[in-house]
């Protein structure tokens, strides 16, 4: 059991950083990003393939740079070339296909062995004891989110929560709107590739179809914790994706062990809570307007 | 200050939608110039703010602010000189952001140049406080309050603000208080008057008020069907009544005044 709560901590954590790129791109921006899938595992690959060449330290900001890359490619698509936004990330999500291929050496899958990772050099500093690798991963979330909060209060990070709320006004201020989406979205999908390179890292092991449904289920940490910790501003949005994603490795963690959902059928419990809790606004306006009819009807409005 | 020269814009063209907006207008403001814009339906008054502000480019023409060509510069570079307020007041905020932090954002434009990782100091807010203790709206003690609360007064008092926070080479009105009530429009109205005499802006005005287009600023500027018909000032234009203006429109245009929207008392 407290093996079980470990690993949903240290993932929950870990996959926290993939949720804060989404309330970035979907929150703050207002685009719908799914470059997430395969940004992740380019991440992933880039990350286990430096580690595995002795670079487990260099791997975490070269995963960034890559996601930053791919993200800088699904922004130029949709600000420069007129690509509706979705459609963009899904073209540059099936490219990375083949550019996560070939980071991984034209391997589907890679795995370390006996090199060193960041968290087994963590380990080597002797702090957190057998819990090091929570704490890694602790530390890693936690201080992201901390810049995270800060850069939305500079004067970029406003102008880039401008271009979500009101882009009228933003070009009226003089920022460029193609601008903050891009830098929005480098940031974005850097983090995801972040958290790709920290949870290969931690698994020891790359497979080219790691990240299928990594987007869905970061919509559905967003939604949980928002859910649960309420929104507003930066701070509340950081701390509602850490305890959100926690909260769904738990639930995960728990119907891995009970097995009340066969694990085979885990991503479309997810795919359905998702798809309902989005639909909720839309829902609720039904269910009001039902219920506004049947009022009508009882008093004989003919 | 802002030579308009000859501009012209049609939209949709070669097809059954088609319809020139701007035809050959000419337009100089002079330092300081505050020139208020009435016209018909369609007449294109709208379209000469956005051809100003850089919404499109113009097919053909020149338009030059303090010297500079800004013909083909885009919108958001020519908003660092040219502040602009629109009818809706919901498209001058963003909703989701304090008034605070609306301020700040607005402040960019002193800050080119300066770094982009630079946050609001203590002192921007109290610059901030006092500058909104000047709308006498109580907004200075709700500055951590999300703009979406504000009515629709108060945020187009602050877009007013926003706009001339850093005081603008030009300031683009357009029917700025046509959608509220007429109270507040009066307390933007007066707002506006006293914040462009403070700080000595030049302004292009669109309004549907007759009255508003003789009392306020120093020009007024009749148009129809992309042109501008009449350009009145100083003691010609302190003479002249309602009726004078919609005599001289007709000389001027050929036809009516036709503006169903057009407020000829109050």
Not at chain 1, 193 to 220: P, R, W
Not at chain 2, 13 to 34: E, I
Not at chain 2, 90 to 115: D, F, K, V
Request: charged share 15%; glycine share 10%.
């Amino acid at each position: 059991m407290l093996f079980i709560s470990q690993t949903a901590l240290e993932l929950g954590f870990l996959y926290a950083l993939v949720a804060m790129a989404l309330y970035l791109s979907y929150r703050v921006l207002d685009i719908a990003d799914l470059t997430t899938d395969g940004c992740f595992v380019l991440g992933a690959a880039v990350s286990v393939t430096l580690a595995a060449a002795g670079h487990p330290i260099l791997a975490i900001p070269a995963a960034m740079a890559s996601g930053a890359c791919a993200g800088f490619v699904t922004a130029f698509l949709q600000t420069r070339l007129g690509v509706p936004s979705i459609l963009a990330g899904i073209v540059t999500n099936t490219g990375l296909y083949t550019i996560n291929l070939m980071a991984m050496g034209w391997k589907s899958n890679v795995s370390l062995l006996k090199q060193q990772t960041i968290f087994s050099l963590f380990q080597g500093l002797g702090l957190g004891g057998s819990w090091y690798e929570t704490v890694l991963a602790v530390i890693l979330t936690v201080a992201v989110g901390a810049v995270l909060i800060w850069f939305l209060g500079t004067r970029l990070g406003l102008s880039v929560r401008a271009t979500g709320d009101n882009r009228d006004m933003v070009r009226a201020s003089s920022v460029n709107p193609t601008f903050t989406i891009t830098v929005g979205l480098c940031i974005s999908n850097a983090l995801t590739a972040l958290s790709g390179a920290a949870v290969g890292q931690m698994q020891k092991t790359i497979d080219i179809n790691g990240g299928t449904g990594v987007v869905v289920i970061g919509l559905a940490c967003l939604i949980i914790g928002e859910t649960i910790v309420g929104r507003g501003n930066a701070l509340r949005g950081v701390a509602a994706v850490i305890v959100g994603s926690v909260v769904y490795r738990f639930i995960y963690a728990v119907v891995l062990t009970t097995r009340v959902v066969p694990i085979e059928c885990l991503k479309l419990v997810t795919a359905i809570i998702v798809g309902l809790a989005i639909a909720m606004p839309s829902l609720k306006k039904w269910a009001a307007f039902q219920k506004r009819k049947m009022a009508a009807g009882r008093k004989g409005g003919r | 200050m802002l030579h308009v020269e000859g501009i012209s814009k049609t939209f949709n063209p070669g097809t059954v939608n088609q319809k020139k907006a701007l035809n050959n207008l000419s337009l100089h403001l002079a330092p300081g110039d505050f020139a208020a814009i009435v016209g018909s339906n369609g007449a294109g008054k709208s379209t000469l703010l956005n051809a100003v502000a850089g919404s499109f480019y113009v097919d053909e023409g020149r338009i030059t602010l303090d010297g500079e060509d800004i013909t083909f510069r885009p919108e958001h570079r020519r908003s660092r000189g040219i502040g602009r307020l629109f009818q809706d007041p919901m498209r001058g905020t963003a909703p989701h952001m304090t008034i605070e932090e609306n301020l700040a954002l607005a402040y960019l434009r002193t800050s080119r140049g300066s770094a982009p990782f630079s946050r609001i100091s203590r002192k921007d807010k109290e610059f901030f406080a006092h500058q909104l203790k000047l709308l006498d709206m109580g907004l200075e003690d709700r500055m951590r309050q999300p703009v979406g609360l504000l009515s629709g007064g108060q945020r187009q008092a602050l877009t007013l603000l926003m706009a001339t926070l850093v005081p603008p080479r030009l300031l683009l009105l357009d029917e700025h208080t046509a959608a509220l009530d007429p109270g507040t429009a009066e307390k933007v109205i007066a707002l506006t008057r006293e914040i462009v005499a403070r700080e000595k802006i030049t302004c292009l005005m669109v309004t549907h008020n007759m009255r508003q287009a003789l009392e306020l600023g120093s020009r007024t500027l009749m148009m129809d069907a992309g042109r501008i018909v009449l350009d009145v000032s100083g003691p010609e234009r302190a003479a002249m009544t309602v009726e004078d203006l919609l005599l001289r429109f007709r000389q001027g245009a050929g036809k009516e005044l036709d503006n169903d929207r057009i407020l000829l008392s109050e």
